[in-house]
């Protein structure tokens, strides 16, 4: 079966540093993406990787293992607007997008 | 700049009865998708249109139907309400299927069937 992993809940202070992980078995893979979702509104893209490395974006930067199954998603000088919950989703090889179910994140002062 | 519009953004419906979720896009988008977000669950997909007059079924279609007459519209029809079917449901497209682009989303629709 297809599975992605990610854990339910982190919590870390404004200012630091996060990573949030993410594990995938597909059948098939196309490509990572990462999404923010904040309470009660619409996901929003954030990142896409296909090939192994980071990319980097501003504050975020994600980072891809093809040969591990693994990505993480990294959150510099933390905000409190922050606080969401972030997607991980990969493509498989039908280019149909398999979701985690997200990983909750709790910024604190 | 509207994006994808969804209506109505909450129900409560009682069992049995008939509801359609209107979702409507600006963007030319080939590709749109019907997804459910229930709690400890990632993104499911109930269906999906490739292009306008195609659709597909994806990972939970059972008691949803859809309809793609041009590109901008894709309802989703419950045809008899079942408690289990209580989610929030969110309309996406992307300019077209297969792609490697972002999907966008809309709001979001809460249906609660009691």
């Known amino acids: 079966g297809q599975n992605i992993d990610q854990p339910t809940e982190m919590t870390a202070t404004e200012g630091a540093i996060v990573q949030i992980n993410c594990t995938y078995q597909?059948?098939?893979?196309?490509?990572l993406f990462w999404y923010q979702q904040h309470a009660g509104e619409a996901p929003t893209f954030l990142s896409y990787?296909?090939l192994d490395g980071l990319e980097e974006k501003g504050r975020f930067s994600s980072f891809l293992s093809r040969s591990k199954g693994y990505s993480y998603l990294l959150l510099k000088e933390l905000q409190m607007k922050d606080s969401a919950s972030y997607l991980c989703?990969?493509?498989?090889?039908?280019?149909?997008?398999?979701w985690g179910a997200g990983t909750k994140l709790i910024i604190k002062p | 700049i509207a994006g994808i519009t969804q209506a109505p953004t909450s129900q409560i419906l009682a069992a049995g009865r008939r509801m359609t979720l209107r979702c409507t896009q600006d963007?030319?988008?080939?590709?749109m998708y019907w997804y459910r977000q229930d709690l400890g669950l990632g993104l499911r997909l109930i269906h999906y249109?490739?292009?306008?007059?195609?659709?597909g079924k994806g990972e939970v279609p059972d008691g949803y139907s859809v309809s793609r007459a041009n590109t901008d519209d894709f309802p989703l029809t419950l045809a008899s309400a079942v408690p289990s079917q209580t989610s929030v449901y969110f309309c996406?497209?992307?300019?077209?299927?297969?792609?490697?682009?972002?999907?966008?989303f809309g709001e979001g629709s809460r249906l609660t069937v009691l």
């Open positions: 996406a497209s992307s300019e077209s299927a297969g792609d490697t682009g972002e999907l966008f």
């Open positions: 963007m030319r988008h080939n590709a």
């Open positions: 249109s490739n292009t306008a007059g195609t659709t």
């Open positions: 597909t059948s098939g893979f196309n490509g």
């Open positions: 990787n296909v």
């Open positions: 989703a990969v493509q498989d090889s039908n280019y149909q997008l398999i």
